[in-house]
């Protein structure tokens, strides 16, 4: 027997993850915030459409720079992302307070997280629903990945700071990619 679920708590239901470290950059500071509202919309070029709430500093940085590095954390790394999540970019630098480190990136002015295992460099391509809807969608232009890690346990966020780890995988035959 199912119960009803209250509107105000579906996005735990369908909230996609892994939840991602978006970094920007604005006047030379750089700053990261966890951001799980983000879906895959062409496989290539790549393009991510992501929900930046236009209170947070980072929102600021996107729109003024157009660029961000999408970094996606696993599992050793929960801490320091919710950390990210409960300051704001104007108040603190979040690589300093969370021990995160900085390094370069090819295509964006925007640095990467070295201790994340993926780290997408993007540029803002269609600002068309960022008034309504603070959506941004991106094209990844540089792509980087640890080879090294096979099973990456990212982590899907399913409200209230409660997460669940990526875990077993299952292979199947497949038409699609
Ligand atoms: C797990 C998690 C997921 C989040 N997802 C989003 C999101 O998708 N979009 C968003 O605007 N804020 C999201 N937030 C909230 C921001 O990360 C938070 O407001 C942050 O402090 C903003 O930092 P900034 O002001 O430095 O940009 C999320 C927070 C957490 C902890």
Redesign the pocket.
Known sequence: MKSLLQLSEVYAILEPGP?VLLGTALGGRA?L??????CMMEFAPPLVG????AG???FSALQATGECVINVPTESLARQL?G??????DQCDKFACFGLTPLPSAEVAVPRVEECYANLECRVVDRQLVDRYNFFILQVVQAWIDPSVTAPRTLH?RGYGKFMLAGKEIQLASKMR
């Open positions: 939840v700053n915030m966890p951001l799980s509202w983000h992501c929900v930046v709430s947070n500093h980072s919710v990210c999540g409960n300051c704001h970019g966020h």
